[in-house]
């Protein structure tokens, strides 16, 4: 049966030049060439795309790019690329702050309603046993906000080619086709490489917020000229500020920039406090301190002692294949350590990846696949990583296939059940604030995972304090050092 093309609902010609391309972590792609464009006046970025072979629709989605030219005297020709219907979530943006909620709650009640002035309706969407406890996201697109759910709970999500969005477990997305050594698939192949292989795995996660810091005593003390005064943490919360041991009044200590009229001043993520210049400045008599929640940054490292072994044994050297994560939504020692942790499950082999051609529908990027094939000795779950269509008759495509093993995890699909079993809570977009700093140690567990809680810049020197004979570095990341005694 003939494959039609419509752009904007208007039907009009193509040659034999298209192709998509689907990906696990992308959306999919559609090139086509349109070989007489006098069926339209113009075509444009944004227009919709309809790609048919009879009743079945092969593509939905718009026009991404376009060149045109002319083909011949007064006949224009194009080369389009177009984004199926995810991208309309990387059109709009949201601005929300909102505790206590979950990732079900976070897209129907949030995210969905803005989709729905673009067309989408809702598909499947799951999360409700995903506890998001806070969400700041300060006007970040709509699909950023998926992707990082879909990363932390690994979920997947899409918009498909009828405007409905899906939001719905991994292990609940096998496919329906099942490769043996019977099935018709031709050029089938496994290459095996290092690819994304990793042993050690750093995380460099958000901000935990420290235990409450009593009465602590900023710098520089009071001279009679300083207005602002430093502390060891950037702050957190509201401080209880003391001056001259008596503490100022919740409605006296305003937010720096914001409020007018107050004592002191404060602002997240920043550790000092200021005075209203209006206040009389403290003389050398008087005494400042505070308690207060402070922020650290947080930097985790996890590694898997057999896998170094094993890459030892065969390369020399150390063995490490090391890797940093970059995951500011995570904003707990645990969380980050978990992450940490989930990525040397993901990473730490050497995967089995397999390719091959099939000739009919029904394989689909982010699928689970069965695939059993004697001659290379292969009977387990393949995650399809990607699927490239093209035509290879008037009535029959052509499946470019793609997809790697999940052996290391115990599985694909185990994998994904144990990730959403697992319970954990996130927090997304805590704060946005960059400053430079400077670290020490508060913390070291270890074991083969080890928290690194670093303290910012802020400190006054002391007179007591002097280098040990006992600490040398045995670790550097990134220029902070890691003291063990």
């Not at 309603?113 to 700041?136: F, R, S, Y």
């Not at 996201?137 to 997947?156: K, R, T, W």
């Not at 520089?220 to 008596?246: C, E, M, N």
């Not at 990846?353 to 000739?359: K, M, P, R, V």
Request: charged fraction near 20%; hydrophobic fraction near 35%.
């Amino acid at each position: 049966m003939a494959r039609t093309l419509k752009v904007n609902g208007i039907d009009v010609r193509f040659d034999g030049r298209w192709s998509t391309k689907d990906s696990v972590n992308g959306r999919s792609d559609f090139s086509f060439g349109i070989v007489d464009g006098k069926s339209l006046i113009d075509i444009a970025v944004g227009m919709s795309v309809e790609f048919d072979r009879g009743s079945t629709k092969l593509f939905r989605g718009f026009i991404s790019s376009v060149s045109d030219r002319e083909e011949s005297p007064n006949y224009l020709s194009y080369e389009c690329s177009a984004g199926d219907n995810s991208m309309i979530a990387s059109w709009r943006t949201i601005a929300l702050s909102k505790v206590g909620l979950t990732a079900y709650d976070l897209i129907i009640n949030h995210l969905l309603p803005i989709l729905a002035e673009e067309g989408v309706t809702e598909g499947v969407i799951q999360g409700v046993d995903i506890t998001i406890e806070k969400a700041n996201y300060p006007y970040i697109l709509i699909s950023d906000a998926l992707d990082e759910l879909s990363d932390i709970a690994g979920y997947v999500w899409y918009i498909d080619m009828d405007k409905k969005l899906y939001f719905h477990r991994r292990d609940q997305y096998p496919s329906t086709v099942t490769i043996t050594d019977s099935s018709v698939v031709k050029g089938f192949k496994r290459n095996r490489k290092y690819g994304a292989y990793r042993n050690v795995e750093y995380n460099r996660a958000g901000e935990g917020e420290t235990l409450l810091q009593p009465r602590e005593v900023p710098s520089p003390k009071p001279d009679g000229s300083s207005r602002t005064f430093i502390f060891k943490y950037p702050l957190a919360q509201p401080p209880t500020i003391y001056i001259d041991g008596v503490a100022l009044l919740p409605s006296e200590v305003g937010i720096l920039n914001v409020d007018t009229g107050k004592k002191y001043y404060w602002q997240y993520g920043t550790n000092f406090v200021t005075q209203d210049d209006s206040q009389t400045l403290l003389s050398v008599t008087d005494t400042i301190d505070a308690d207060y929640i402070g922020l650290y940054p947080i930097l985790t490292v996890a590694d898997d002692a057999s896998e170094i072994a094993e890459r030892q044994s065969i390369e020399g050297g150390s063995g490490k294949h090391e890797h940093l994560s970059i995951n500011k939504s995570i904003n707990t020692n645990l969380q980050s350590i978990q992450y940490s942790q989930s990525q040397l499950e993901l990473y730490a082999s050497i995967p089995d990846d397999i390719g091959f051609t099939y000739y009919e529908s029904g394989i689909v990027a982010g699928q689970l696949l069965t695939v059993t094939k004697d001659l290379f000795g292969i009977d387990e779950q393949f995650l399809i990583k990607s699927v490239g269509m093209s035509a290879f008759s008037t009535d029959v495509e052509r499946y470019d296939v793609v997809g790697t093993d999940g052996v290391n995890v115990g599985g694909w699909e185990r994998f994904f059940k144990d990730i959403v079993l697992a319970g954990k809570k996130f927090i997304l977009g805590d704060n946005e604030l960059v400053i430079l700093l400077s670290s020490q140690v508060e913390t070291e567990l270890h074991g083969g995972a080890v928290y690194l809680n670093l303290a910012r810049t802020g400190l006054s020197p002391s007179t007591t304090l002097s280098p040990s004979t006992t600490l040398s570095p045995s670790v550097r990341i990134g220029g902070e050092e890691v003291l063990h005694d």
